[in-house]
């Protein structure tokens, strides 16, 4: 992922903070911006121009990496989230190492294409079918680790804990290769990851219904001791508040923060479903939001109140979650959209706030602070969106935000460069010669 030679990107415009310039020069040496120069009229000697509007590469906070072969299959007929599981389930059963990493491969090299320089995978298939072990017990983490170095993005692993089938029940006989059989067993195999220059290492709570009530903790001060991204599926369903009610006399957010599991370093994933008590808690802790629209109406979870979560104090954040699409622009785009059909009003956020959502907050949500801004000591990580499709031909260039959000789709992307490589160059992926390919086989494998 280091680049150990200089390089110059000239950007014909580039999206800095708020504002779209035109003619910028990045420097970039070792994988990080050194220097970002205004003004410069033509492409320095040497220097790859990226033609169209640059942006910071872009952050999927919340990922399951097999679910994309759910893709199609899933939209027959209609069903419940509840249903929808049972297909996932089947799907899951028949990963293994070799197969996953195939498959994830090929999802993050479609992440690369659509201008994802990062990702936060949400893994919780950790054994073989059954529940036993692997030789190496975290071969299925690894396999993905090595799937984004690969496609040549970025990952924050965030091993989930997922040790129950509802309030106090066991493992259903899916979910066992799910299961570690208690927080610390998780947290013991978990401290044996490692980090690397593209790889980071996080902890996840699957939800409330996962995880026992006193287990919590454990999961929480792991992530704490070693100041890394937790995330957690909250209130995806109104079944889940319902049960934890009926289980343990509060809502699911209110339990979470009794056992210290929110704060700024935890994102509650979807927060679809709230109390304003539970608003105020995410808020009053810093506690961030990702936000899923494309998965949350493909599932008809409902849409959660972003623009409240926001105000008290939640940072947002994006995800292609089930993979029904990968597009963060459409994620973008689907969140304002949404809360206007919601509300019957427009203009909950500009175009430069959900830039934001998409790039600086989904890095801070993975613990990649040093990414989502094309500035000097930054991680030289960049998306170029195309000004000349159908799409997006039209509109003057100082509108370049507003294009990208509410007109640009992923199929605009024209380069993607991650610590100074470029990894997607005019449109196609140069580590990976045939993505569609790649994504075909390997969804067939999961159907032998």
Aim: net charge negative.
């Amino acid at each position: 992922m280091r680049v150990t030679t200089r390089t110059t990107y000239w950007l014909e415009y580039a999206w800095l903070d708020t504002n779209v310039e035109p003619d910028v020069a990045v420097e970039v040496a070792d994988g990080r911006i050194t220097a970002v120069r205004t003004e410069v009229p033509v492409p320095p000697p040497g220097a790859e121009a990226l033609r169209g509007l640059t942006l910071p590469g872009l952050a999927n906070a919340h990922s399951h990496a097999f679910h994309r072969a759910l893709r199609g299959t899933v939209q027959v007929g209609s069903g419940t989230f509840w249903t929808w599981r049972e297909l996932m389930y089947s799907f899951a059963d028949r990963l293994t190492p070799e197969t996953y990493h195939a498959l994830a491969r090929a999802v993050y090299a479609e992440m690369a294409l659509a201008g994802v320089s990062c990702v936060g995978e949400f893994h919780y298939v950790h054994h073989a079918p059954g529940g036993t072990p692997y030789a190496d017990p975290n071969a299925m983490g690894e396999a993905l680790i090595a799937a984004a170095a690969d496609a040549g993005i970025r990952i924050t692993l965030l091993d989930t804990a997922y040790l129950s089938s509802g309030f106090g029940e066991p493992p259903n006989a899916h979910q066992l290769r799910f299961s570690d059989g208690s927080a610390e067993a998780w947290a013991e195999r978990c401290s044996v990851l490692k980090e690397r220059d593209h790889a980071r290492i996080g902890a996840a709570i699957h939800s409330v219904r996962a995880v026992p009530a006193g287990q919590l903790a454990t999961v929480a001060g792991w992530a704490e001791e070693r100041r890394a991204p937790l995330h957690v599926h909250l209130s995806e369903q109104t079944a889940e508040n319902d049960a934890c009610l009926a289980a343990h006399g509060r809502t699911p957010t209110r339990l979470l923060a009794d056992h210290g599991v929110l704060g700024p370093r935890t994102t509650g994933v979807h927060n679809t479903h709230l109390t304003d008590e539970d608003i105020a808690l995410l808020g009053g802790s810093g506690t961030g939001t990702c936000m899923c629209p494309t998965t949350e109406r493909d599932l008809a979870d409902g849409i959660g109140p972003a623009v409240a979560l926001q105000r008290a104090g939640s940072p947002l954040s994006l995800g292609s979650d089930s993979h029904a699409v990968i597009d963060l622009l459409e994620e973008a785009r689907a969140m304002e959209l949404n809360e206007r059909l919601r509300t019957r009003t427009r203009g909950h956020w500009t175009a430069a706030a959900l830039l934001r959502a998409a790039s600086a907050d989904g890095h801070a949500a993975l613990g990649w602070d040093g990414a989502g801004a094309i500035e000097a000591g930054m991680l030289a990580d960049l998306t170029t969106i195309a000004l000349d499709s159908v799409r997006t031909a039209g509109p003057l260039p100082r509108l370049g935000a507003e294009t990208a959000v509410f007109a640009a789709t992923a199929a605009d992307v024209r380069h993607t460069v991650v610590g100074g490589r470029h990894v997607v160059r005019d449109g196609a992926h140069t580590l990976v010669p045939d993505v569609p390919q790649a994504l075909a086989r390997a969804v067939e494998a999961l159907r032998a």
